[in-house]
């Protein structure tokens, strides 16, 4: 998978992706990161990126030709079509589903923004998707496009060995995870619980599942739906 990064700061994404499991990935060839610097193609001796909003008020708005002539590089280094999101608290919130869906695809075009934001023609005209990684504001795009490789790369094939699998994840089955323990079963902290160690396979998937169940009810009831619940959820709440 090809993911090209449009910013101002594009060695910052590509630092967040060096290491663990993202950075393995780029070293089997799995997955392969270009920056591209709006300033590269932006012109004059002051090579301007942003400019003040029309219509006033605070801060700067990055200029539509630097970022369009960014795109176009991005977009000419490969002939693969290229899905291009802009990252902003504006855009969709992120979710599994949709990481799920960005990593079927074999190229994306990160677009990330600073200071105020970007004129809004350049988003109209070359945007595909906006996408927000939550309701709070950064300083800039870099850490949600950072967020968004990550999440991708770790969905891609060959990128977890078994042991990483990502079937069990937090959000694969529209629930929270489970809890996990590891050695030593008797810590000043506490037991491990007992059935982890029955080696009974049935009776442990039941346990995480009703651990899972619980601690969404818990933490986040807005994930239960009618629909996240098997008929065994049910029969497994219900006792
Ligand atoms: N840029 C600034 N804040 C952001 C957010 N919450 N999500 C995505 N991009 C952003």
Redesign the pocket.
């Known amino acids: 998978m090809r993911i090209d990064v449009i910013s101002l700061f594009p060695e910052f994404v590509a630092q967040c992706a060096a290491f663990g499991v993202v950075g393995r990935a780029g070293e089997r060839g799995l997955l392969s990161l270009h920056g591209w610097n709006p300033r590269d193609y932006a012109e004059g001796n002051y090579r301007r990126v942003d400019d003040r909003p029309f219509g006033g008020g605070p801060g700067m708005v990055m200029l539509i030709e630097p970022l369009r002539a960014s795109l176009r590089a991005a977009r000419d280094a490969d002939p693969a079509p290229a899905k291009v999101i802009y990252?902003?608290?504006q855009?969709a919130p992120?979710t599994q589903a949709k990481v799920r869906e960005l990593a079927g695809r074999e190229r994306l075009i990160l677009l990330?923004?600073r200071y105020e934001g970007v004129d809004e023609r350049l988003i109209q005209a070359e945007v595909d998707e906006e996408?927000?990684?939550?309701?709070?504001?950064?300083?800039?795009?870099e850490?949600?496009?950072a967020v968004v490789v990550d999440a991708v790369a770790r969905l891609r094939e060959g990128v977890l060995n078994d042991a990483e699998s990502a079937v069990q994840d937090s959000f694969e089955d529209g629930l929270l995870d489970c809890p996990h323990y590891t050695r030593p079963v008797e810590h000043e902290l506490g037991p491990v619980p007992g059935v982890l160690m029955s080696g009974n396979h049935a009776q442990i998937a039941r346990w995480r599942r009703m651990q899972a169940l619980g601690r969404t009810w818990q933490r986040r009831p807005d994930l239960l739906d009618e629909a996240t619940l098997s008929k065994a959820d049910r029969k497994l709440l219900a006792e």
Not at 135 to 140: E, F, P, Q, R
């Open positions: 990252l902003s608290p855009g992120l990330c923004g996408i927000s990684i939550g309701d709070y504001v950064l300083s800039g795009g850490l949600a496009a």
